[in-house]
């Protein structure tokens, strides 16, 4: 049970965003196939297409919250030291704890009038609080992300904790990617000037 916990809480964004991406494919591929191979338009797929689009926009606010990867302009925070960092953190996760509480019960407003409508999408006739819910479900789970988050920095504030909340996560593997390639094209321009000298002297002979 611990582990199913675990697991749900480390990947549940990543596997749901990832089997959307999955199906968005897939129906796509078969669109495209039964177009142009078996000259038949589906008239369902662009529109279960863009209900999973939509649903992963939503999820991927969680899952950036979780990794810490929103964006950001963090020169000044970068100026105090780690307690001080976290500080500010702290007031930042609260500002935005406070904001997507108090965009949940407008969600639910939402998504109850979309019930009560007994709205369909023209093409596949789904019940549109299918989509409507993504809102509602996705603004939940990102302030429990935060609130997760904010747990975090207040251990940081009070020494309990040694490790950035942000190590290990994906912006330090994009960081890390980033120099590679940087490494990467100093190498190939290096290579290049040398084969030009090469065949500059080549010339002069």
């Not at 990832?18 to 495209?32: E, H, N, R, S, Y």
């Not at 191979?37 to 529109?47: A, D, K, P, R, V």
């Not at 606010?61 to 500080?87: A, E, M, N």
């Not at 999408?121 to 809102?135: N, T």
Request: glycine content about 4%.
């Amino acid at each position: 049970m611990k582990k199913a916990i675990h697991w749900l809480d480390e990947y549940f964004e990543e596997f749901l965003m990832v089997l959307f991406l999955a199906a968005m494919t897939i129906i796509m591929g078969i669109q495209v196939f039964s177009r142009y191979i078996l000259g038949i338009s589906l008239s369902w797929s662009e529109e279960i297409t863009r209900y999973l689009f939509i649903w992963s926009a939503f999820l991927s606010v969680s899952l950036c919250t979780k990794k810490c990867i929103s964006i950001k302009i963090d020169q000044f925070i970068q100026l105090f030291p780690k307690r001080g960092k976290s500080l500010f953190k702290l007031l930042n996760l609260t500002i935005e704890f406070i904001f997507f509480v108090y965009l949940i019960p407008f969600s639910f407003i939402y998504l109850r009038s979309t019930v009560e409508s007994g709205q369909v999408s023209p093409a596949m006739g789904l019940p549109m609080y299918y989509v409507q819910s993504a809102p509602f479900i996705c603004f939940i789970i990102t302030a429990f992300r935060i609130a997760q988050r904010w747990v975090g920095e207040w251990k940081m504030v009070l020494n309990k904790e040694n490790k950035s909340l942000e190590e290990g996560n994906i912006a330090s593997v994009i960081e890390e990617a980033v120099l590679e390639d940087t490494y990467r094209e100093k190498e190939l321009a290096e290579e290049l000037e040398d084969i030009q000298n090469v065949t500059k002297d080549r010339k002069e002979k």
